[in-house]
């Protein structure tokens, strides 16, 4: 099996990037912000509570492995950045995400409109 170039820069993604913590570093890549901003904008996208027990143990992690930048507020209240590498990581998701849906000049139309709309 080909090693991507990404498990190569990140090689602990086959056992700790899930979906959860990608869509962590997604909610940071507009801003820094709190673990309950966090946790609401998740429970915006699901139209569900999130878990605190499920939530700040992946925020931990994501701190561990670098992805993200963990920095008090204020005495009770930690505020969460994503990182260089983080950034990088969700480039190269996208980057193969991208590579598997666009397969043809139709959909590249639609992911252009998606850029666009997006901007």
Not at 88 to 94: A, H, R, S, Y
């Given at each position: 099996m080909?090693?991507?170039?990404?498990?190569?820069?990140?090689?602990?993604?086959s056992?700790?990037?899930?979906?959860?913590?990608q869509?962590?570093?997604?909610?940071?890549s507009?801003?820094?912000?709190?673990g309950?901003?966090?946790?609401?904008?998740?429970?915006d996208y699901?139209?569900?509570?999130?878990?605190?027990?499920?939530?700040?143990?992946?925020?931990?992690?994501?701190?561990?492995?670098?992805?993200?930048?963990?920095?008090?507020?204020?005495?009770?209240?930690n505020q969460?950045?994503?990182?260089?590498d983080?950034?990088?990581?969700?480039?190269g998701?996208?980057n193969?995400?991208l590579?598997?849906?666009?397969?043809?000049?139709?959909?590249?139309?639609d992911?252009?409109q998606?850029?666009?709309?997006?901007?």
């Amino acid at each position: 099996m080909q090693t991507s170039q990404y498990t190569e820069s990140f090689p602990f993604l086959s056992f700790c990037f899930n979906t959860r913590r990608q869509q962590i570093l997604i909610v940071l890549s507009e801003n820094p912000q709190y673990g309950l901003a966090i946790k609401g904008e998740l429970e915006d996208y699901y139209g569900n509570e999130v878990n605190h027990g499920r939530l700040y143990p992946n925020l931990d992690e994501l701190v561990e492995r670098d992805l993200i930048a963990k920095s008090e507020l204020d005495k009770c209240t930690n505020q969460y950045e994503l990182s260089n590498d983080g950034y990088d990581l969700l480039l190269g998701e996208l980057n193969w995400r991208l590579s598997k849906v666009v397969t043809g000049e139709e959909r590249t139309e639609d992911i252009t409109q998606l850029l666009d709309n997006a901007t």
